[in-house]
């Protein structure tokens, strides 16, 4: 497809995996620690460099149609969030990390199995292996966590306010481990997955876009409200606070009584701009235009309390299973699943990023043996993630998909792609083998 595409072979190949977050969930763009693992989907490119200074990208999906640029003068479009658009935001990361001019184009087939707007990190997907595309045009280096940090930040350029988990776990990921992934400074940690269990995604059919709406960016502008609230009350510098994780490290206290400061500071009805202002003590200008981001601007409520109580109960769940499978007691299965069904009825009750799909696919799962089960990803739409005793796993399946795919005139274009078990998966990599594209 490549030849018949550009007349003539790719000079190498780059692939970056999805992920499946196991647990935590809207809580990295607030400072805190996210478990996630690769999957083995991935998205794919052919590369050719030439001597124009032409980009062109093709899809072997024909629902995505061929685009063509100067490598030059990269526009990127954040009212629409066009495929190329991600492809656009790694080659521009790298490019103004080394601050270039004057670059030579290149022609990009690029294929994928990730389901698209899944919550499994296509889009992120696509962005990194941009950026390693770039990077290996250019024939230059970078770490793995250099990588990452450069792909979260230039994801932000199609506007959405990512936090770097998918990005970081694109690059960092190694196959049979689950990572914990900690910010500032960015690292991993192998965290063992028990052995007596799988994971298992189901997709709920319901397609959302993280950069097509402003749910997302509402909740991180929600979250950095509620930080600056905090720290004002704790007589913090707050002006200079962004993330509710800085509060706690300013404050040197736990977790826990960061519930109880909350429980404190933030009372549950919504704030208005008004009331926000009147706490801060700013006019409400200056709310819209040095703190909320270009699409949350306009946003009449803002739920403060509900989401710091969500971020950082979340975040006392990241650690609870990591502990746990260090320790590996013999419940390990039961207490983990525990821990993921609390996260979902956190994600759902006061982050209040689910949707009637996800609730009922969650609810069908346990009812057929999953130990816990939650969304995964931004939510409203995509996937769930289940943890599954690997004894019940064909029953599991079996019953699920007849549950929730047979039962409803869901269009599942494939069943794989919709009701897999997963185990994690290899990082980005470049490579140079012939593939069939």
């Not at 977050?21 to 794919?44: K, R, T």
């Amino acid at each position: 497809m490549f030849n018949s595409k550009f007349g003539s072979i790719p000079k190498f190949y780059v692939r970056a995996p999805g992920r499946v977050n196991i647990i935590g969930e809207h809580i990295d763009y607030c400072g805190y620690s996210v478990l996630p693992m690769a999957v083995e989907q991935d998205m794919l490119i052919a590369v050719e460099p030439v001597k124009t200074q032409t980009l062109q990208l093709a899809n072997t999906n024909p629902l995505y149609p061929d685009f063509s640029t100067s490598a030059n003068n990269i526009q990127i479009d954040k009212t629409k969030p066009l495929w190329h658009n991600y492809f656009l935001c790694g080659f521009k990361g790298i490019q103004e990390h080394f601050g270039l001019s004057n670059l030579s184009g290149m022609n990009c087939l690029v294929d994928g199995n990730i389901p698209p707007s899944s919550g499994l990190s296509s889009s992120s997907a696509l962005v990194c292996c941009a950026g390693l595309v770039t990077l290996t045009v250019l024939g230059m280096n970078l770490s793995k966590v250099e990588l990452a940090e450069i792909c979260a930040k230039s994801e932000r350029y199609i506007g959405t306010e990512g936090g770097g988990m998918d990005q970081s776990i694109s690059f960092l990921a190694e196959e049979g481990t689950a990572k914990l992934i900690e910010f500032s400074p960015l690292r991993a940690t192998d965290v063992k997955l028990p052995s007596g269990a799988v994971f298992v995604i189901a997709n709920s059919c319901v397609e959302m876009n993280k950069a097509a709406t402003s749910h997302f960016n509402i909740r991180v502008m929600e979250c950095r409200l509620a930080a600056k609230l905090l720290a004002k009350y704790r007589g913090l510098q707050w002006d200079k606070v962004l993330r509710l994780e800085e509060v706690q490290a300013k404050l040197g206290v736990s977790l826990e009584e960061m519930l109880w400061i909350t429980e404190d500071a933030l009372h549950p009805e919504p704030y208005s701009p008004e009331e926000v202002c009147r706490c801060l003590g700013i006019s409400l200008q200056e709310l819209r235009t040095q703190i909320l981001s270009p699409n949350t601007q306009d946003v009449l409520i803002f739920k403060l309390y509900q989401r710091a109580k969500h971020v950082y109960s979340e975040a006392t769940r990241v650690l609870r299973f990591k502990k746990i499978c260090e320790e590996a007691p013999d419940n390990t299965v039961q207490l983990l699943g525990e821990l993921m069904n609390q996260s979902h009825t956190s994600c759902r009750d006061l982050c209040e990023c689910s949707c009637p799909e996800l609730d009922q696919l969650v609810d069908i799962c346990r009812k057929f043996g999953a130990q816990g089960s939650r969304l995964t990803g931004a939510g409203w739409g995509g996937c769930t993630v289940s943890l599954v005793p690997a004894d019940k796993l064909t029953s599991f399946l079996a019953n699920v998909h007849e549950a929730y795919y047979q039962r409803s005139d869901r269009n599942v274009t494939s069943e794989k792609q919709s009701l897999f078990a997963t185990k994690p998966g290899g990082g980005a990599l470049v490579f140079l083998e012939a593939q069939t594209m």
